[in-house]
C-alpha cells in the first residue's frame, strides 16, 4: 500500500512533520478548497490523522484504512461511520494521564483558593488595604470521581496525595479498588464536596450530569469538568452557579468550544480553562510521537499500537 495520509486539521507541529516527512502527509486544512481537494484526491489516501472526523469526510476517503486520532477521546470520530466500513481507528491513551490529573488537580486548587483572585488582588495593590479573605481548602473533602478510567485513576492518586476522601461512580464496580463505588451519580453527587468529570464524551455520556445531579451536588458543593462539555447540562450549571445551587465550578471543557457562555465569563466562582488538560510540551509531544507510530505500523502491515475500533 501507498503510504499518504491525511492531516485533516492543525495538529502539533512535529506530528504533522514526521507525517509529511516519512507518510507523505498533505494537510487538508492548508487546501484552497478542501470539498474540491477531496473529490479529486480522497481516493488516495489509505489514513488520515486528526480529530475531528465526521462522516461525510469518511465518505470522501473510498480507500480508508486506519483513522489516527490526535487524543484519547475519540468522540469527534464518527464511529459508526468507520465501523461500517472496518476502518480501523487508534487513540492516544495513558501518554496523556499524568497530564490530566495535573490539571484537575491545579483547578481544584484554583477554584478552592481562588487564585485567579489572589493573583489580581495582589497586581491590583488590595494587599495593603487588607488581608485576602479566608478560603476553603481540599484536605479531608470528598471527592467524587465520574469515570474511574485510566484518568480518573491519576487523578485520584493525586486526591488521595491530598488526604482527600475518593469515591466514584461509573458503569461497573471495578475490582482491587480501593474506594467506594456508587451505581447512582445523584446520590454520589449529594455525598461529596467535590465532583470530578472524567469520563468519556460521545452519546453515553451526554448531559451524564444533569441538573438533578448538579442540584444534588449542591450549595457547598463544587465541580470540575476536565472530561468534555457535553457530559455536563452547561444551561443547568449557569443557573445553579448564578443563584448559588452550585458553590462553584472549574471548567476545561464546553459545550460550544471554543465558545463560552456570556454568563460564566462574569461570575467570580467559576474557573476557566481553554481546554488544556493535555496541552504541555512533553505530553503533546508523546501523544504525537504515538500518533506517528500508530500510522507507521498500519503501512507496515503490524499490529496497532492502540487501537480502539
Ligand atoms: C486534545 C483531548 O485537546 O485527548 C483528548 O481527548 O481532548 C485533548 O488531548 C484533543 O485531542 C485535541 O488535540
Redesign the pocket.
Known sequence: MKKKVLITEK??ASCEQAIIDRLNGVRLYEQEDPEAFLKEHGREFPAVAG?AIPGELIEALPNLGLIA????????VDIKAAKARSIAVT??PDV?NDA?AEITIGLMVSLARRLPQADRYVRERLWPEGSFPLQNQLTGKTVGIVGLGRIGKEIARLCEALKMRVVYFGRNKQSNIPFVYYDNLMEMAADVDWLVVATP?GAATNSLVNKKVLTALGPEGFLVNVA?GSVVEEKALVELLQNGGVAGAALD?FADEPNVPDELLTLDNVVLSP?????THQ??FA?GALVVANLEAFFAGEPLLTRVI
Open positions: 495538529l502539533l480529530f486520532n490526535f487524543g484519547v477521546g475519540y468522540d469527534g487513540n492516544t496523556l490530566m464524551g468534555r471543557v481546554h488544556q488538560g493535555s496541552a505530553t503533546r501523544m
